[in-house]
């Protein structure tokens, strides 16, 4: 069982449908980032929440940390095929030097 | 600026070869790590180093060994390459702590049969 559960693991819209992404834990975290990788390339990231509450607008995408700092959402509104790949949530606990991972949901929007 | 640069793209291995992965970031940052990447699991943490001379155990840390020299170069040394080690293999780097925006790069996909 991975420490940051993401879901669903796989997603296929059509262009100008929404989609939403859950990123949850058990534990709590201090931060939470959201990445998204292309094929064969690394990971980019998008953004870092960083307050229990806290939602961040990127223009068509809203990413919302949970008031406990233990869940976290991306939300896609009227995707486009650039929306296509996958996403993952990564997250800090306390202050540490290392981020853990969840296992990643891949996006694809049909036009 | 380059970023960060990973040789090789691809490397086919048989059991019990040895090998370096190679790391470089050209923006002076202090804090770079090696994740794998499988199907399915996300990336997970090998090794991670908060600058020259000092590096740390991740998750995942067993067949591999790093070193830091420079600020600008983290290598990845399998050992004995073991097919459990297949997998593709990124490096990224951050301006300080490990919780600032990481910038990865390419990846290596290893093959090892």
């Known amino acids: 069982t991975q420490l940051l559960e993401q879901s669903p693991q796989f997603l296929s819209i059509q262009e100008g449908e929404n989609l939403t992404v859950y990123c949850n834990s058990s534990?709590?975290?201090?931060?939470l980032q959201w990445y998204r990788q292309e094929p064969g390339e690394g990971p980019v990231l998008l953004v870092t929440?960083?307050?229990?509450?806290e939602v961040k607008k990127l223009k068509r995408l809203t990413f919302q940390f949970g008031d406990a700092r233990k869940d976290s959402s991306l939300h896609i509104t009227a995707a486009q095929p650039g929306d296509t790949g996958l996403y993952l949530c990564?997250?800090?606990?306390?202050?540490?030097?290392?981020?853990?991972f969840g296992g990643g949901t891949r996006v694809l929007v049909k036009p | 600026n380059a970023g960060v640069t990973q040789t090789p793209k691809f490397q086919v291995l048989k059991t019990g070869q040895s090998m370096t992965l190679q790391c470089a970031q050209d923006?002076?940052?202090?804090?770079m790590s090696w994740y794998r990447q499988d199907p399915g699991m996300g990336l997970r943490l090998i090794h991670y180093?908060?600058?020259?001379?000092?590096?740390d155990q991740g998750e995942v840390p067993n067949g591999y060994n790093v070193s830091r020299s420079t600020t600008e170069d983290f290598p990845l040394r399998l050992l004995s390459a073991a097919p459990s080690q297949t997998s593709v293999y990124f490096c990224?780097?951050?301006?300080?702590?490990?919780?600032?925006?990481?910038?990865f790069g390419p990846g290596t996909r290893l093959t090892v049969t």
């Open positions: 990224a780097s951050s301006q300080d702590r490990g919780t600032y925006e990481q910038y």
């Open positions: 534990s709590v975290f201090s931060s």
């Open positions: 929440v960083v307050t229990g509450g």
């Open positions: 990564a997250g800090e606990q306390a202050a540490g030097n290392k981020l853990t």
């Open positions: 923006m002076n940052h202090e804090y």
């Open positions: 180093s908060v600058g020259a001379g000092i590096t």
